[in-house]
């Protein structure tokens, strides 16, 4: 154990504590040297239990350093970074304060080696979040208090597998365990929750797109990323996980296709992008781990870069239904380039950043010789360009001219869709600066000429998909029901029959007790009343009787 250890996810949360105390100027300069400093920790701090602390005979480690941890941190911090630059025009300072508390907390899951620390900071991500969501306006503020409800049943159900856990075992290690145990599927199904996982999907797409132009960006870099990362952590291997992210990714497909919200289109895409990465955990080999760790790391880039373009777009239009967009490559050609290397990045286009991550993935199938798996992921690559890669930059940038003229967004959020873009490609071209930072050795090389020519022609195929299809395509003014109906709509006829009945029982209750109370005053009344036996003269010989029988009933039950 080191004296003085500074955890890197502290630097942020006391970041976000300070900001509303601090001028406009000195917020500002915060959010750039915050990130920074912690960025800075992440790379300098040892490998090990860096920092423990005993609390009711348990060994609590806030800080647990290794490259699993490292990779995730490194891109946190840089997301707060360029978060924190695209939303610096953001004039709610409590939005920019919970960003860095979540994101400080986020870091704190990271790097922690004990479940009960891993709650905390769970915990704090959940209020954080939330409150980014309202900070959305007043439209925001049921989708928030949807999206606690489902976070905060999520850490019950964590907290109720630690406890299990602890009692089974005596132990809060977090380390990799076996679903073999109903504590242990609790910490799983907590995990899953915030992952985006089936049955509680709907709150990635329900939620996000209430947030404000800049909040959705943090929303999109954190929740669903740590919930992979702990997946990692705890239950590699699992075969349930493959199920289940097959499942997120075609939903997300189906979802995206039909929805015409641009920031719902995307939320969606999150899901999917998840499903990836939790297939890739289910595999639990070396390289689908090191595929799971890479594709989170560059997709909290790509999908950042994506809801920077389409903030951007609100920002400057005010409209978030491609059925009002159309047009817009006329004015604002920059966000275009952004939203587009994003969308490419998406789609694993050659060149871009998530091709040389999905690769990894689809190899963790091969190795196995897991056939579905790998058709399963290979749909869906070609499915991510259809549903994001071409449909969103063409019906938010080409299509139809809606007549809007909007200029580009102020030049700190197109700085940080730049910062982002670049990011994207570098990674692509040159994906040894990942690959070293991954937790295994990677030994993959994704720019053989099979794999190259073989996923241009897929996407080709998928761009000639599109754009036959494109009729089909077209948005539509929809409302589509998704599992949220039952909480929801369903919810809330619950809830409306639950009051009826409770009131009526209530009444009837109400009643019965006021006519036993009446009843009571009649007969208390009857015998104290001015006609009553206890309101008249008294012999002498009638109360030493009376006294003698009270006497006697005490005697009786004391002796007894």
């Keep these: 154990m080191i004296d003085f250890i500074i955890p890197p996810g502290l630097v942020l949360i006391v970041a976000g504590l300070l900001l509303p105390f601090l001028n406009r100027s000195l917020g500002n300069l915060l ?28 060994e609590l480690v806030p800080v647990r350093v290794d490259d699993l941890a490292r990779v995730f941190a490194t891109v946190f911090t840089l997301m707060a970074s360029v978060g924190a630059l695209y939303a610096s025009r953001q004039e709610n300072t409590f939005e920019l304060a919970s960003a860095f508390v979540y994101a400080g907390a986020a870091l704190g899951v990271l790097f922690a080696g004990d479940l009960i620390t891993v ?28 999206y606690a409800a489902v976070h905060f049943l999520g850490g019950v159900l964590l907290m109720a597998g630690i406890a299990g856990e602890i009692t089974a075992n005596g132990s809060i290690a977090f380390n990799p365990m076996e679903a073999d145990s109903w504590a242990r599927w609790l910490i799983l199904a907590g995990f899953l929750i915030n992952a985006g996982a089936p049955p509680f999907t709907a709150w990635v797409a329900d939620a996000y797109p209430e947030a404000s132009w800049s909040g959705t960006v943090f929303l ?35 979802y995206a296709l039909l929805e015409n919200n641009i920031r719902r289109i995307l939320a969606f895409s999150i899901v999917g992008q998840v499903g990836f990465m939790v297939i890739a955990i289910g595999i639990g080999t070396e390289v689908a781990l090191n595929g799971a760790a890479a594709h989170a790391f560059v997709h909290i880039l790509y999908k950042a870069l994506l809801l920077m373009s ?51 993935i689809t190899q963790g199938a091969v190795d196995l010789k897991l056939a579905w798996v790998w058709f399963a992921l290979t749909a869906a690559s070609a499915s991510a360009l259809v549903y994001v890669g071409l449909k969103f930059p063409w019906f938010v940038f080409f299509s139809k001219d809606s007549g809007l003229r909007p200029a580009e967004p102020p030049a700190s959020m197109l700085f940080a869709m730049t910062i982002l873009s670049a990011m994207c490609l570098l990674i692509g071209i040159f994906p040894s600066l990942l690959y070293d930072m991954l937790p295994y050795p990677v030994e993959y090389s994704p720019y053989s000429t099979a794999k190259v020519i073989f996923q241009l022609q897929l996407l080709l195929f998928s761009g000639l998909v599109f754009f036959l299809t494109l009729g089909l395509l077209k948005p539509a ?59 008249e003269s008294w012999t002498t010989g009638r109360m030493a009787f009376l006294t003698t029988v009270l006497l006697g009933l005490y005697l009786a039950l004391y002796f007894a």
């Excluded at 912690?38 to 790379?43: C, I, M, R």
């Excluded at 769970?122 to 925001?140: H, L, N």
């Excluded at 997946?231 to 075609?250: D, H, K, N, Q, V």
């Excluded at 639950?498 to 019965?512: I, P, Q």
């Design 31 to 58: 959010l750039v040297v915050a990130p920074l400093a912690a960025l800075s920790l992440v790379w300098n701090l040892p490998d090990g239990n860096v920092l423990t602390y005993s609390y009711l005979g348990f």
């Design 119 to 146: 709650f905390v900071f769970w915990e704090i991500m959940a209020i954080a979040s939330t409150i980014i969501i309202w900070s959305g306006g007043s439209g925001a503020r049921a989708a928030g208090q949807r």
């Design 220 to 254: 999109s870099a954190f929740t669903t990323k740590t919930a992979v990362y702990v997946l990692m952590r705890s239950f590699p291997g699992t075969e349930l996980l493959i199920y289940i992210g097959a499942f997120m990714i075609f939903y997300a497909i189906i």
């Design 310 to 360: 389409a903030g951007a777009v609100i920002y400057q239009t005010g409209k978030h239904k491609c059925t009002d967009l159309g047009g817009l490559f006329r004015t604002m050609p920059i966000t275009l380039i952004c939203g587009v290397i994003g969308a490419f990045s998406l789609a694993a286009v050659p060149g871009t950043s998530g091709f040389i991550t999905k690769g990894l």
């Design 477 to 535: 003014l929809t409302q589509t029901l998704d599992f949220d109906w039952f909480y929801r709509g369903l919810g809330k006829v619950l809830r409306q029959a639950f009051d009826a009945s409770t009131l009526s029982a209530w009444r009837g209750l109400s009643s019965g007790v006021q006519a036993l109370v009446v009843t009571m005053v009649a007969v208390v009344y009857r015998w104290t009343g001015p006609g009553g036996l206890f309101a």
